[in-house]
């Protein structure tokens, strides 16, 4: 998934097209694109292993709000990862993937006008690339910060399809409420006030990336996002079409993700492991492609108030008895963790050795 919110502490270098080259490449794709690294590594083909299932309508039902709950905090807990259904967003949904699709089929020179600008990280283009000879990830992105609605940059929001800048506001709108929902509801299995993780989203940072992976030759040899684990608090992503690709790292192997259709897929981020003081864990993940078809997929990266702290919450604290992570204010966190995607990074980053209270 990756590709976080805040664009101002660094930049990309620009990179072909994925897209545009796809359609040149023939049999062999060029070299740095070519990922060995990746092909000694285990992939579960056990189908009965799969990420939890929560159903929100029977959180909503007091005779079933207990049972659900308790599965929604073993998700968190156990796997960092979970698909959401009976969410209430179908119709916002299916209309965010019809338009991200019609984007994606317009001409590249159509689709230019919104590229990213030198040195940012949002429009049209790639992220995180951080050097000339780093490998390269076999996918393209629109990247749109949709929230709060005062860091909106309208060069980026396409005009076509022409229904696409009034989907993406009512979707944002829909996954941002989502969002806190479930954060509220985090929060209360952390045994803690909703509001105790709920206030550092008021005025939320809400970071859209519409993702599109090329069809490719060699797709066993290079990989649609490379493996990372999200910087943010919370994702919140849809699978646009029926090709899978989302893989998770599970007891040292990957575990493919099966997109239930009209389910969010949702995992938790670096910063709330963090605020977790580590009870919920951010899970490393990778996306790959496929040899045939095209993939899409849209992912909302849910990041705090800019007043916000990144450290284990008092009160776990208390509870545990110790701090297992160092607190630094959000400006920091960005400065110190965002240079590439590189596994669990940002996370294991804040980790202090031993656990300690003196922060």
């Known amino acids: ?176 409420g989502l969002a806190l929902q479930l954060l509220g509801m985090m929060a209360e299995n952390l045994g803690l006030k909703a509001e105790q993780l709920t206030s550092m989203f008021e005025d939320i940072s809400l970071g859209m990336r519409m993702n599109y992976y090329p069809p490719c030759p060699q797709a066993d040899k290079v990989v649609g996002i490379s493996p990372h684990s999200d910087a943010t608090g919370l994702t919140l992503l849809i699978q646009t079409n029926n090709v899978q690709g989302l893989q998770i790292r599970k007891n040292g192997m990957w575990v493919p993700v099966n997109a239930i259709p009209g389910a969010f897929i949702i995992n938790i981020g670096d910063m709330l492991e963090v605020w977790s003081n580590g009870k919920y864990k951010s899970i490393e993940h990778r996306v790959m492609v496929n040899s045939e078809k095209e993939r899409l997929s849209v992912a909302g990266f849910h990041a705090p108030n800019d007043d916000a702290i990144i450290g284990p919450l008092p009160e776990l604290v208390k509870k545990d008895g110790a701090a297992n992570y160092k607190s630094v204010d959000l400006k920091t966190f960005y400065k110190l963790n965002f240079t590439k995607l590189e596994g669990k990074k940002h996370a294991n980053d804040m980790k202090l050795e031993n656990g300690t209270t003196k922060i």
């Open 1 to 176: 998934m990756g590709g976080e919110v805040e664009q101002h502490s660094f930049g990309s270098l620009p990179v072909p097209n994925v897209q545009d080259l796809s359609t040149k490449v023939a049999d062999e794709v060029p070299d740095r694109y070519i990922r060995s690294e990746f092909e000694s590594e285990s992939v579960c083909v056990d189908e009965s292993i799969k990420i939890p299932v929560i159903d929100l309508s029977r959180i909503l039902k007091e005779e079933f709000r207990r049972e659900e709950m308790a599965k929604l905090h073993a998700a968190c807990e156990e796997w960092g990862f979970f698909q959401l259904i009976n969410h209430g967003s179908e119709e916002g949904m299916e209309r965010i993937k019809n338009d991200v699709e019609e984007f994606f089929k317009l001409p590249f020179e159509a689709k230019k006008a919104c590229a990213q600008l030198p040195n940012g990280l949002e429009g049209y283009g790639q992220a995180f690339v951080a050097s000339e000879d780093q490998k390269l990830d076999w996918g393209d992105m629109l990247f749109i910060r949709a929230l709060p609605t005062r860091g909106r940059t309208m060069r980026f929001w396409p005009e076509h399809p022409t229904s696409f800048r009034e989907t993406l506001e009512n979707y944002s709108s829909a996954v941002k």
